[in-house]
């Protein structure tokens, strides 16, 4: 009589499962990783035009709805804001700035705002607005 023959055991590893958690891995950083970047809620005006790139390197001044200003998130009030935007201005005098104020402002708020940011000596200076519909082009 013969002998079954021996079954050859394979010792390799399948990593699809290992890829496909990767990958949710990876989307779940992206989606959060882009919500805490627009963390301070402001409805931008919208223009026909939009500028598409934003240096990596900026400082953000966010006005809420409420008169609220932010710079890079941190509450500041108008004396706090001069004052650090002259030392972030003295450390990179090229350095941009974006001003995202909410369109429901009253037009007095986003001058005042405007002014301390001129008076910090900033030269480099943003408007964000949000591409008009049927405008084309994205929100910078």
Same mark, same amino acid.
């Given at each position: 009589?013969?002998?079954?023959?021996?079954?050859?055991?394979?010792?390799?590893?399948?990593?699809?499962?290992?890829?496909? !958690?990767?990958?949710?891995?990876?989307?779940?950083?992206? !989606?959060?990783?882009?919500?805490?970047?627009?963390?301070? +809620?402001?409805?931008?005006? *919208?223009?026909?035009?939009?500028?598409? +790139?934003?240096?990596?390197?900026?400082?953000?001044?966010?006005?809420?709805?409420?008169?609220?200003?932010?710079? /890079?998130?941190?509450? &500041?009030?108008?004396?706090?804001? *001069?004052?650090?935007?002259?030392?972030?201005?003295?450390?990179?005098?090229?350095?941009?700035?974006?001003?995202?104020?909410?369109?429901?402002?009253?037009?007095?708020?986003? &001058?005042? &705002?405007?002014?301390?940011?001129?008076?910090?000596?900033?030269? /480099?200076?943003?408007?964000?607005?949000?591409?008009?519909?049927?405008?084309?082009?994205?929100?910078?």
């Amino acid at each position: 009589m013969r002998k079954p023959a021996k079954k050859h055991v394979s010792a390799d590893i399948n990593i699809t499962p290992l890829l496909d !958690l990767a990958w949710v891995l990876l989307v779940i950083f992206i !989606l959060t990783a882009v919500s805490i970047v627009q963390s301070v +809620e402001v409805k931008l005006p *919208e223009t026909r035009e939009s500028k598409e +790139e934003v240096p990596t390197e900026t400082a953000t001044v966010a006005i809420d709805g409420e008169g609220t200003i932010f710079l /890079n998130e941190e509450v &500041v009030t108008l004396v706090d804001l *001069e004052e650090r935007l002259k030392l972030y201005s003295t450390a990179n005098p090229d350095l941009p700035v974006v001003l995202r104020a909410d369109k429901a402002l009253v037009y007095e708020q986003v &001058v005042q &705002v405007l002014d301390k940011i001129k008076g910090a000596g900033v030269l /480099n200076l943003n408007l964000a607005t949000e591409a008009a519909a049927g405008g084309g082009g994205a929100s910078s």
